[in-house]
């Protein structure tokens, strides 16, 4: 699965920042048609990713587009006009049930089919910022296999329940935390909460290495101030990638004479911790540092 360290929305309707992001050396760009662009502009937002989509070179970034949500008057359109311009994927925002899922998945099998495209080539990855999105997320997590990963959005959520937002966030601990164990689960990404102060690096770090903790793969970011900061921390070090490869190497070793579990360097080690050093190694070689 591709590295999603870091996730930049871009407002649809201004061309000028989506070139900016897609040269911005993220590993995701998410062209934004949702709550960045105001009503009247989604006519030219749409076509403007388009347009990107469109002359973009052959690049690494990931070029996904978050589209309106299901229930709003502008998804045809959206699908309509993005999907000429075949993004690697599609964002579906506020989701509350497997219904939508499988509705926008549905119209994106359509194009593939009519276009002669491979099956499933445009994936799918929602956000979780709804409470009923929040109770429904085993069967939305578990029911289309075009669905690459899970978004947390923590401030819808936090509004729809009424609940302050503060720099500890343990307002949304529980939701946050559900969607972490929803996506390992199902085999998807777990991508972060975005952090709205996009001055405050040293508070972003913190907040990344909170988010790394708890499990999640990546997170959101607004600006590409915050690209450096966000990838680094959801890069593997040096360290930790050496002592994952010792780590696998001992159990290679002990394995090939029947020893499941053994001490290295004072500690045990046996299956979680294999397949949390598998997991390292993993992040790097997505990372392209191993």
């Known amino acids: ?44 937002a749409r076509n403007n990713i388009l347009e990107a989509l469109l002359s973009v070179p052959k690049t690494n970034v990931e070029k996904l587009v ?4 299901v229930k709003s008057n502008f998804v045809i359109d959206d699908l309509n006009t993005i999907l000429k311009g075949n993004p690697d994927g599609v964002v579906i925002p506020k989701v509350k049930s497997h219904h939508e899922v499988e509705w926008v998945s549905d119209h994106i ?11 499933n080539r445009i994936y799918l990855l929602v956000i979780i910022e709804t409470a009923l999105g929040v109770l429904n997320m085993k069967k939305i997590a578990s029911t289309n296999p075009r669905l690459n ?7 819808d959520l936090t509004s729809e329940i009424g609940a302050v937002r503060t720099s500890e966030a343990t307002e949304v601990l529980y939701a946050r935390s559900a969607v972490v164990l929803m996506a390992a689960a199902y085999n998807l990404q777990a991508i972060d909460m975005v952090f709205l102060n996009f001055k405050d690096t040293e508070s972003l770090r913190k907040e990344c290495i909170q988010g790394l903790h708890l499990g999640f793969t990546g997170k959101q970011i607004i600006h590409p101030n915050q690209i450096d900061t966000v990838q680094n921390v959801f890069t593997p070090s040096k360290e930790a990638i050496v002592d994952a490869l010792n780590i696998i190497d001992a159990y290679k070793k002990h394995n090939a004479i029947g020893i499941g579990a053994f001490a290295l360097e004072g500690r045990l080690v046996d299956t979680p911790v294999i397949k949390s050093a598998e997991g390292v190694l993993a992040r790097a070689r997505q990372a392209g540092v191993l």
């Open 149 to 155: 990963g899970l978004i947390f959005g923590a401030e």
């Open 66 to 69: 978050r589209i309106n949500p």
């Open 1 to 44: 699965m591709k590295a999603r360290r870091a996730m930049l929305y871009m407002p649809g309707d201004d061309l000028h920042k989506i070139f900016k992001g897609l040269n911005s050396g993220v590993d995701s760009i998410c062209m934004d048609l949702e709550d960045s662009v105001v009503m009247q502009k989604k006519d030219s």
């Open 109 to 119: 099998g359509k194009y593939e089919k009519i276009n002669g495209m491979k099956h």
